[in-house]
């Protein structure tokens, strides 16, 4: 999953489109709200993690200013422990974010409800979710990274990886421990560099080496050839030696399309962010009831790489 930290363009786009004729069933009457929030195992509801409460906007209308909902009474319930806490509103990048002051961490395997109430809105927006079960990313599963390549969790790291090597040598692997069975992944692979003609792609096409200025906005918005996602069900898998249960990913080179440094995002998520994600009107199936939008969970992290020739 930008890392998972900015309301999602679907979402922003979502609460837009309520005013147009063809917006899909259930339709709703006067202002239409939207909840997002993706709770990580280990984590707290932070601004990195935090949840978005947004209204409805006619597109002839639309003022970004007016888009974010900054006096919503936002509730956070263990429904395993009944212990709850309230997020507060936060201004940060422009958007406001409902984050938890006291920084609760969230528990792996721990069911949460979130309650949202609107001034002016009488219906309970609500939604559960379950944290799916602590896993662990391997930035070298196997031990035999050559010193200075591969993955690492520091952003700044300075490793070089050979394109050529990916697939074969620099797997992304979760270790999903002592947990076994059937799980739905959420990856996704962003390059870090900043847009320029410089750039290189790593496999060319007709001659192509090189972006021009025609792909600058497209890149500057997380276009397709800079952010690529992975999104597909998967049963874990024990390896010979190794203790625990594992995911392997060792086929995805084809995602890195640019040499330069990016950031490895590997999550096992709920249904909930699952089916928002891959669904048709995904806004209608995240599990938020009386609004659009997604409640969801994850656990997992993020590595750092850079692809040299």
């Not at 489109?17 to 259930?26: A, D, K, L, V, Y």
């Not at 597909?232 to 249960?245: A, K, M, R, S």
């Amino acid at each position: 999953m930008k890392r998972l930290k900015h309301l999602p363009i679907l979402l922003l786009a979502l609460v837009i489109m309520q005013s147009c004729e063809n917006t899909s069933q259930p339709r709703f009457e006067g202002d239409t709200y939207s909840v997002a929030g993706l709770l990580v195992a280990n984590q707290a509801i932070s601004l990195e993690h935090p949840v978005y409460v947004t209204r409805s906007s006619a597109i002839e209308d639309f003022d970004p200013l007016q888009l974010f909902v900054f006096d919503a009474e936002v509730l956070i319930r263990d429904l395993d422990t009944e212990a709850e806490f309230q997020l507060q509103p936060a201004l940060d990048e422009m958007k406001v974010k409902y984050i938890d002051p006291e920084a609760h961490v969230l528990q792996p395997e721990h069911r949460y409800r979130i309650e949202v109430r609107v001034p002016g809105y009488a219906p309970l927006i609500w939604a559960e979710t379950t944290v799916p079960p602590s896993v662990q990313l391997l930035p070298d599963p196997w031990g035999t990274d050559p010193a200075g390549t591969g993955y690492s969790f520091d952003p700044a790291s300075a490793n070089a990886t050979p394109f050529s090597a990916v697939d074969s040598q620099y797997p992304v692997v979760l270790n999903t421990g002592a947990v076994s069975g059937d799980f739905n992944f959420f990856g996704q692979i962003y390059c870090l560099e900043d847009f320029s003609t410089d750039l290189e792609f790593t496999t060319t096409v007709l001659g192509i080496e090189h972006p021009d200025e025609s792909l600058r906005e497209v890149y500057e918005a997380g276009g397709a050839f800079r952010r690529i996602t992975f999104l597909y069900p998967f049963t874990t898998q024990t390896l010979p030696g190794y203790e625990g249960n594992f995911l392997v990913l060792d086929d995805y080179a084809f995602s890195f399309v640019l040499y330069g440094r990016y950031s490895v995002s590997a999550y096992i998520v709920d249904d909930n962010y699952y089916r928002y994600t891959y669904m048709q009107d995904g806004y209608l199936h995240g599990g938020i009831h009386n609004a659009l939008g997604y409640f969801g969970a994850a656990s997992g992290g993020v590595m750092y790489i850079k692809i040299v020739k």
